[in-house]
């Protein structure tokens, strides 16, 4: 085994390390809305669930040089954002939404989506996924980097509306075959679903 410590490492490298081996990443195509009233989207595979009672998950939101980015300024500013899966059908636009635009332009606009009211939040989702979710901001803590200059804004929302393609919903669970996930790997290497096998959890 090869032994490395990160603290004699450079950023960069550690973040090589981080993204090609917690592989595969699901991807958050997360949509908020300026304090001008623009509709932002961005990915980001700095994604998990937190907990299910009640139903809350994570977005981790890289700064560049200290800078917060538009996702984290906005969602902290409204209280608000929605998450939607991304899937084969969609990573095409989603990935375009990832261009370097200026915050008062809409990456939505710009790649060709459609936005879609939600029901619980005032921020709009886009109709393009098969799974979004209306999140209202339970915290956002800084972490990482310096006191002075933190690395990320690590926001937890809290799931208060699911909306689901009813191709995709089935006895009260999701059929992944059906959804077709996309993931993040290294660079730019995504994945889609491979080969499944189920395993029964010992008692």
């Known amino acids: 085994m090869i ?30 809305v300026s304090d001008r009233g623009v509709l932002n989207a961005a990915p980001f595979s700095y994604f998990s669930i937190v907990s299910s009672v009640p139903p809350m998950i994570s977005i981790s939101v890289q700064r560049k040089s200290g800078i917060m980015k538009d996702t984290a300024r906005n969602a902290i500013g409204a209280g608000a954002f929605v998450v939607h899966i991304v899937d084969e059908t969609n990573v095409e636009a989603v990935n375009r939404t990832a261009a370097g635009l200026p915050p008062d332009e ?4 710009y790649a060709a989506l459609t936005p879609v009211a939600s029901e619980a939040i005032a921020v709009p989702g886009v109709r393009e996924a098969k799974i979004r979710m209306e999140c209202v901001l339970e ?26 393609a009813e191709e995709v919903y089935q006895g009260g669970y999701i059929l992944a075959d059906r959804l077709q996930p996309v993931s993040r790997l290294a660079g730019n290497d995504y994945a889609a679903l491979g080969k499944t096998f189920t395993l029964e959890r010992p008692q």
Do not use: M, W
Request: net charge neutral.
């Open 3 to 32: 032994s490395i410590d990160p603290a004699q490492r450079t950023a960069r490298d550690n973040y090589k390390l981080l993204i090609g081996s917690i592989v595969p990443r699901p991807i958050a195509f997360v949509t908020t």
């Open 106 to 109: 809409s990456e939505v606009t």
């Open 139 to 164: 915290k956002a803590l800084e972490l990482g980097g310096t006191d002075a200059e933190p690395a990320c804004d690590l926001l937890i929302g809290r799931v208060v509306r699911f909306h689901l």
